[in-house]
């Protein structure tokens, strides 16, 4: 078995690795990040994404869930998460099938989050994280004709293209009430928690009109950078029922081991206004036949002149929509779980410096759960994979991002194994990888419109320590 310290040494030094390993796979291109701020990450953990994306009414006393900050309330272990994803993307249109042209195959690999978290006595516990929030990464050509220039001449191409992040870093507390051996504090129990988030990062697009068929023509290029820096919060409640095992002790039948829990989580983000940058210019270049900005002797861009406003750091605001969700569980400790969770997310909200950007509303349904075979003897590990926990999921999401004038759902399955590789009761120090899987499936094929088929993969790292908060006494 691999000593603790040494674990984390490896785990460290993997992801050191990982970065350097990471800048040079960054090839996605999708067409769905040009609208609102990006396509959206998730502050789900793997085993949230293993089980459909659910998290509302999710606890474990080994994970930091930051999706109801009311979870951390039940952190039992300095904790220390973080993981690699993986997404590959395959797209379609309706006319992919007569022309290979039409389809594009990419993907890209990176960090999705580093999470830290340690509990504050038996009342509750604290954490801090840092995850990707929205992602621009598109490349994208659209033809049409000039009614201006020759028939032999006449093709207008415009290359819209996009890249940056924003970013969320989070200070998450959650507290809890106490159980008590008898009474309504036996069999109920009630928790809160709240996120401080900070969004930060910026998002660089660009729009290139050229002309393909014409020779030393100068382009017209438009570009556009906005950069973001503000405060927002959520906040989030779990309820739980405990029903126990009945038992004859003494004569007496008693209640003794927790048989069954109920839980019903409630999550809200409310609207918020960020801060924000923004830089805008306009100007003449000079482009091959494929838009590329061709490049000097002298090793710099053959840019011709300014021909519109130039704005530069001019203040600007981003808003966020308000988001609501609602999950329910059912659970029996140590062996399964079943989870519900309905989520509700106003994107018409969304917009910059008042300007709405014509999404939609949307609401995500989620349904996933696990199972763990066994859980005895867990010291032998000839028989490794019945103490895995194994993961499962599906979702359905009416979708947001409005193109040819509807919005189309993003809908998927998802399932994952969690693998335990340390664990020392004792010591109380843990380790799990946790490996989760997510096929789905968003836009269509109708006319304007445009498929998106993805396959995800997550390798999530959890390393556990009882033994920063131990008391320890000497005779």
């Not at 340690?118 to 990707?132: E, K, Q, R, S, Y």
């Not at 309504?184 to 697009?205: C, D, E, H, R, V």
């Not at 300007?355 to 003897?377: K, Q, T, V, Y």
Request: net charge negative.
């Amino acid at each position: 078995m691999m000593h603790f310290k040494r674990l984390i040494t490896l785990v460290l030094l993997l992801i050191g690795m990982s970065w350097s390993s990471i800048a040079q796979i960054q090839s996605e291109n999708s067409p769905f990040s040009i609208f609102g701020p990006g396509d959206l990450f998730t502050e789900k953990n793997a085993s949230n994404n293993a089980m459909g994306g659910i998290g509302i009414a999710y606890a474990n006393s080994k994970e930091i869930n930051f999706v109801n900050p009311a979870s951390l309330a039940y952190l039992k272990y300095a904790t220390l998460q973080t993981g690699l994803f993986a997404n590959g993307i395959w797209l379609r249109n309706s006319d992919s099938a007569v022309n290979p042209e039409n389809k594009n195959n990419s993907g890209n690999a990176t960090i999705p989050n580093l999470y830290l978290g340690v509990p504050l006595g038996d009342a509750g516990a604290t954490a801090i994280g840092l995850n990707a929030y929205s992602r621009s990464a598109y490349d994208l050509l659209r033809n049409s004709t000039s009614e201006v220039l020759p028939d032999t001449a006449n093709l207008v191409t415009q290359r819209f293209v996009g890249q940056g992040d924003f970013y969320r870093l989070y200070w998450g507390v959650g507290f809890k009430t106490d159980r008590k051996e008898a009474n309504f504090l036996k069999y109920n129990q009630i928790s809160a928690g709240a996120n401080a988030m900070y969004f930060f990062g910026t998002q660089n697009s660009g729009e290139l009109t050229f002309y393909p068929q014409i020779v030393d023509i100068l382009s017209e290029r438009k570009t556009t950078s906005l950069t973001i820096g503000d405060f927002g919060f959520n906040g989030g409640i779990q309820y739980n029922r405990f029903s126990y095992n009945k038992e004859m002790v003494d004569g007496e039948e008693k209640e003794t081991s927790i048989r069954n829990v109920f839980t019903v989580g409630l999550t809200f983000q409310p609207g918020v206004s960020l801060s924000a940058s923004q830089s805008f210019l306009e100007e003449t270049v000079l482009t091959d036949a494929n838009g590329n900005v061709l490049i000097l002797v002298d090793g710099s861009s053959a840019i011709g002149d300014t021909i519109g406003t130039i704005i530069d750091d001019e203040p600007a605001t981003m808003e966020l929509p308000s988001m609501y969700g609602i999950g329910i569980r059912f659970s029996k400790p140590s062996r399964w779980m079943i989870e519900a969770n309905v989520d509700i997310k106003n994107w018409s909200e969304w917009g910059i410096n008042d300007a709405f950007g014509g999404l939609d509303n949307s609401m995500r349904f989620a349904l996933g759960g696990s199972i763990s075979p066994s859980r005895e003897n867990i010291a032998q590990r000839r028989k490794f994979l019945r103490y895995a926990s194994y993961q499962f999921g599906a979702y359905y999401d009416t979708g947001h991002i409005i193109i040819a004038e509807q919005s189309d759902p993003d809908f998927g399955l998802t399932f994952g194994i969690k693998l335990p590789i340390f664990d020392n009761v004792k010591s109380g120090k843990f380790a799990d990888i946790n490996l989760a899987f997510n096929l789905g499936q968003r836009g269509s094929l109708r006319e304007g419109a445009i498929r998106e088929t993805y396959f995800r993969s997550t390798l999530g790292i959890t390393l556990n320590d009882g033994s920063w908060f131990r008391i320890r006494k000497y005779e």
